[in-house]
């Protein structure tokens, strides 16, 4: 049943998905996001879009797309959508869509013979994974697998800095760290931990072959004991007096390597 009036219950279930307390559905907010959630087909239960909105040509057809597939819609006045925002500034339009699900064995059947993977091991800040998640699409990641105590990838904020390529990465969350070793292990995928102590320098490393690329939490890292579970470890030189990158930083120069080997095919004089 549609509902085109406001609707206080309709409004009291978005801000629980939106503060994290509905965790089968997630909050996605802005004109760009739910295109991006429409387009890759994610199940959309409600929509939520201002009036002044739904007189823009290109909002507007996005959400008759919506709400065709919605539930529940509501056409709401910019101080009630205030009211639900995620954001100091609506961005106008609200989806509430089921939070995308993949098992072990589901997120094994979406990789290709030659993974490159991206683990996230104790990541907090949702800002950070949102950006390792845009950065490794556009390096060519594969795939993405959050262990417990991760932020959620498909927190509001993480969703916002991923721009989308959380819906497009196959993302496997809520996975024990040692699970995760052990089923690279299991498929042949080589797990390399970022370290600023390690002997081998990133570009000194073959990264051709199935990998899968450990980053550990922003304050500490990676325990010795986890640098010691993954088969190699490397390291990004630094100048100055700098101690350490910022985890998406870091990510980001690490998989665009990955990306150039692979990309250009090339046969260095690995050691």
């Not at 101080?79 to 094994?108: M, N, W």
């Amino acid at each position: 049943m549609k509902i085109t009036s406001r609707d206080n219950s309709l409004l009291r279930d978005v801000r629980e998905v939106r503060d994290g307390k509905a965790p089968d559905s997630i909050f996605v907010e802005g004109l760009r996001l739910c295109e991006e959630a429409l387009r890759s087909n994610l199940k959309i239960e409600a929509i939520i879009y201002s009036e002044h909105i739904a007189k823009k040509d290109r909002a507007a057809n996005v959400i008759r797309e919506l709400e065709s597939l919605a539930a529940k819609s509501a056409s709401v006045s910019e101080k009630l959508l205030e009211s639900i925002s995620y954001t100091k500034t609506p961005q106008g339009i609200v989806v509430i869509a089921a939070r995308p699900q993949l098992t072990e064995t589901q997120f094994k059947a979406t990789q290709p013979a030659n993974p490159l993977l991206v683990v996230l091991h104790g990541i907090n800040n949702p800002v950070n994974v949102g950006a390792i998640l845009r950065t490794g699409e556009a390096a060519g990641a594969t795939g993405i697998i959050a262990t417990k105590g991760t932020s959620d990838p498909f927190s509001p904020k993480s969703l916002r800095g991923a721009m989308g390529a959380t819906f497009r990465l196959p993302v496997w969350t809520d996975a024990e760290f040692q699970e995760v070793i052990d089923w690279c292990r299991s498929h042949r995928i080589q797990t390399v931990s970022a370290t600023t102590n390690a002997r081998r320098f990133y570009a000194d490393f073959d990264w051709r072959i199935p990998t899968a690329l450990v980053m550990g939490a922003e304050s500490a890292g990676l325990s010795e004991k986890e640098v010691a579970a993954t088969d190699k470890s490397v390291a990004i030189p630094m100048q100055g007096l700098t101690e350490s990158l910022n985890v998406a930083v870091a990510a980001g120069i690490l998989l665009y390597e990955a990306n150039r080997q692979r990309s250009n095919a090339i046969r260095p004089p690995f050691a």
